[in-house]
């Protein structure tokens, strides 16, 4: 039995090489991909305009990775809305909306589970178990957006899984929603995030794609930034720093740095004077994210007091830096909280279908 290809994944080029082969007209393609990338459109009897024979023949030969909503929280205290997606095979990500002044962003996951084992985040706890198709995590947008009945016009890749360890996808779904035919979205409001794959990094410097990227640091020194991220004695801060200033560099595009502030660990002042040392040459942004609980962890937040000093000693040595502000935090919806388990009645439940 022939295994069917996922046509949410298509390029629009590839839908039309698709629908070259099945002898159709051009605008048969641009008709489906429209369909499936600005309706997001979960079955093809949902195509209006596409006959019925047709539909048959894709039906046979193709399906769509939509996916569904298992479980849906609100924050009370700023309305952020935490999903939990059942997948085409029964896996789950969880996915966030947050509203800003500017409009609605959404975090997506790009993988199911993830590899990396920081220690500060959730997502690494149930293993990692594959790579999302572009279309599953553009497919996170669509539904989100129908549920709300709003339109997302900033992604941030900082979900469940490493965007750069599943490379290709990341950059297929990238050029997808930006398409003109799709969603549209801009470049510019695109963000991936990355724990520090440095071969990658230069790999996307070559994509040009104008996209915010950001690195999660979370320490100034390899001492202390491989207790909490094992990619570091892969790749160690100095060579995951080059690659992001050339990234910035090459693309003419200001990087961030995100750094989680542990008490005890990574808080200090000296710890502040040593990141400006490391990035005081590179075109960027720190984001300070207080450490957000998560329960098998034994990270503990730092003091406001300190939080505020961290900052305004890197502002005063004029490194670009602001507090995150923390949303969601009544749901486990913040940074490092999102999990690919299913919750049920307060505990958290491992897949059935987990390695």
């Not at 990396?116 to 293993?127: E, Q, V, Y």
């Not at 997302?152 to 997808?176: A, Y």
């Not at 991220?229 to 200033?245: D, L, R, S």
């Not at 009645?345 to 897949?351: D, L, P, Q, V, Y």
Request: charged residues 25%; glycine residues 6%; hydrophobic residues 35%.
């Amino acid at each position: 039995m022939q295994e069917k290809t996922d046509i949410k994944s298509l390029s629009l080029e590839e839908l039309r090489l698709e629908a070259d082969k099945l002898s159709l007209p051009k605008y048969r393609a641009n008709q489906i991909f429209e369909w499936l990338h600005i309706h997001g459109v979960s079955s093809f009897d949902e195509m209006k305009n596409i006959p019925k024979d047709l539909k048959t023949v894709l039906v046979e030969k193709f399906f769509i990775s939509s996916l569904s909503i298992e479980k849906k929280l609100v924050s009370e205290i700023d309305s952020t809305v935490k999903y939990l997606f059942r997948l085409y095979d029964g896996e789950f990500v969880e996915s966030v909306v947050m509203k800003y002044k500017y409009g609605y962003t959404i975090c997506v996951s790009s993988q199911v589970g993830c590899k990396m084992g920081c220690t500060f985040c959730a997502s690494t706890l149930a293993g990692f178990f594959r790579n999302l198709l572009p279309g599953e995590i553009e497919s996170q947008i669509h539904t989100a957006q129908k549920d709300l009945n709003i339109r997302i016009s900033n992604v941030v890749m900082m979900g469940i899984g490493e965007p750069l360890d599943n490379f290709n996808n990341t950059v297929k779904f990238i050029r997808l929603i930006n398409s003109e035919r799709g969603l549209n979205i801009s470049m510019r409001n695109i963000t991936v995030s990355t724990c520090g794959l440095v071969p990658q990094i230069y790999q996307l410097i070559d994509e040009k794609l104008p996209i915010t990227l950001t690195l999660s640091l979370h320490a100034p020194t390899d001492e202390i930034r491989s207790k909490t991220m094992p990619v570091n004695n892969k790749w160690g801060i100095q060579k995951t720093v080059e690659a992001m200033k050339e990234y910035s560099e090459k693309t003419g595009r200001r990087v961030s740095f995100e750094y989680t502030l542990i008490k005890g660990l990574n808080d200090s002042d000296e710890c502040a004077k040593q990141l400006y040392y490391l990035l005081k040459d590179v075109h960027c942004h720190v984001n300070l994210i207080p450490v957000n609980n998560v329960e098998e962890r034994n990270n503990i937040r730092s003091s406001e007091r300190r939080i505020n000093s961290f900052c305004e000693t890197l502002k005063s040595c004029g490194i670009n830096a602001t507090i995150r502000r923390t949303l969601g935090s009544d749901i486990n919806a913040s940074c490092g909280q999102l999990r690919r388990n299913k919750k049920q009645g307060g505990m958290f439940i491992e897949n059935s279908s987990q390695n």
